[in-house]
């Protein structure tokens, strides 16, 4: 059945409104446009994001169901207290984001390809120079072995993908993720679409509408520079 999406005009960064997305597939709100800082940050505004696989044009979703972590939801449990001790494990803010979206952006098992396309690396990279992404590194001495990426509007993290070399070490990054969204008075964490893996984590799944709303109270309120300047999380460390 052919299905009809608005398509965005490279001179303008406004979006459909979100009622207008598609219900199969679930979320699909528009095409075209581009990635640039502008209009990415337009769209995580208003509860859109981008996703789209090699050959298709740009892709722009708001889903009907959204997954997040609530405050408080991810904590160190025994397994990973252990790992941290046993490994000798860290984690930083933004000490390797161009490694980490690498990472995110390599082929998993079963899967022929990626999603994290080379031109969205470039825009997220853009984003991160412009202080909006921001990636948490796990490590093992001096080797990256998990971590995680995404984009921040205002005291919100919305999570794009994450990746592990070692097991439990994506859980991990996601801790010291919230461990530092609370350190700033928030805590939440929008994972996008809900899978497996999230629930296992304690991620809720959400409404659209409740979603926005959660957009609107923390994405209205900002942190400052220096809260995201490169550093250890030892305080995660330390409650191993």
């Not at 994290?116 to 853009?126: D, S």
């Amino acid at each position: 059945m052919a299905i009809y999406l608005p398509e965005l005009s490279a001179h303008d960064v406004s979006f459909p409104k979100l009622d207008r997305a598609l219900t199969e597939p679930d979320g699909l709100l528009a095409m075209g446009g581009d990635l640039s800082p502008q209009r990415l940050i337009s769209a995580y505004s208003q509860a859109i994001f981008p996703w789209f696989s090699e050959g298709d044009p740009i892709l722009w979703w708001s889903p009907s169901v959204r997954a997040v972590f609530a405050p408080d939801t991810l904590q160190l449990n025994r397994t990973l207290k252990k790992q941290i001790n046993r490994y000798q494990l860290r984690c930083s803010i933004n000490f390797a984001f161009n490694d980490v979206i690498k990472c995110c952006a390599a082929p998993r098992a079963k899967q022929p390809g990626t999603w994290i396309l080379p031109e969205m690396q470039h825009a997220y990279r853009q984003l991160h120079n412009l202080g909006y992404a921001h990636s948490i590194e796990v490590w093992q001495q001096d080797k990256l072995v998990g971590g995680l990426y995404g984009v921040l509007i205002g005291k919100l993290f919305c999570g794009e993908s994450m990746f592990h070399l070692v097991p439990n070490m994506a859980k991990l990054a996601l801790v010291a993720l919230q461990h530092q969204l609370q350190q700033l008075g928030a805590g939440w964490i929008d994972c996008q679409m809900p899978n497996p893996f999230l629930q296992q984590q304690g991620a809720q799944a959400i409404s659209r509408n409740d979603y926005v709303r959660l957009l609107y109270q923390y994405g209205q309120t900002t942190t400052t520079a220096d809260d995201w300047q490169p550093q250890y999380l030892e305080l995660v460390a330390n409650n191993a």
